[in-house]
Every structure is written in C-alpha cells, then in structure tokens.
C-alpha cells in the first residue's frame, strides 16, 4: 500500500522530480556495474566448474570386473519404546474430567 505523504497544511506532498530521477539513475549505474561483474566472473566460474568435474572422473578408481555395487549398510533394529510402570489400581482413584 502506497503511503500518503502530508504536509503541515494537510494537502499532499509531491517528492522532488528530479531527486526521484537522481535516485533511479544511480540505482540504474550501481545494477549496471552489477551486471558487468559478473559478466566477467560467470566464465570463470564455469571454467572452474569443468575442470572440477574433469578432476572427479580421473582420481575415480576404476573397477576390474565391471560396475562395482553400492555397499548396503544394516540399520540397527527399532526396539519400541517401553512403556511406563505404573501402580496397580491407580486408574481407579485418579482424577476424572467430565
């Protein structure tokens, strides 16, 4: 919502025309020099990128006899949680809500 500006006599206040431009063409050059740098720094980045990936495939030991299988790891069984101990004849004399 656009917030109404007042001035001391109750009418409305209009921001300065040219300030409001001098604002936006700053805006404008700070997103162009944004933009500049990484134009330069995107082609380094994927450079960067592929070599890691080249560097990957060429330390992976490569198997003998084929494709080698993915080691499968036991989970330990779930054991359900235990429950409380309680007194004999205690839900006879707690509390009842309606």
Same mark, same amino acid.
């Given at each position: 919502?656009?917030?109404?500006?007042? *001035?001391?006599? +109750?009418?409305?206040?209009?921001? *300065?025309?040219?300030?409001?431009? =001098? #604002?936006?063409?700053?805006?404008?050059?700070?997103?162009?020099?944004?933009?500049?740098?990484? =134009?330069?720094? /995107?082609?380094?980045?994927?450079?960067?990128?592929?070599? *890691?990936?080249?560097?990957?495939?060429?330390?992976?030991?490569? /198997? !003998? *006899?084929?494709? @080698? #299988?993915?080691?499968?790891?036991?989970?330990?069984? !779930?054991?359900?949680? /235990? @429950?409380? !101990? =309680?007194?004999? +004849? %205690?839900?006879?004399? /707690?509390?009842? %809500?309606?």
């Amino acid at each position: 919502m656009r917030e109404k500006l007042l *001035n001391p006599t +109750g009418a409305l206040f209009m921001k *300065n025309v040219y300030e409001v431009l =001098r #604002q936006k063409e700053m805006e404008l050059t700070r997103l162009e020099k944004e933009v500049e740098a990484l =134009r330069l720094v /995107a082609p380094l980045l994927s450079e960067e990128k592929e070599m *890691n990936a080249e560097m990957a495939k060429s330390s992976l030991p490569t /198997a !003998v *006899n084929g494709p @080698q #299988q993915p080691i499968r790891i036991p989970s330990p069984p !779930v054991v359900p949680a /235990a @429950q409380p !101990v =309680r007194a004999a +004849g %205690w839900d006879d004399t /707690a509390k009842r %809500w309606p």
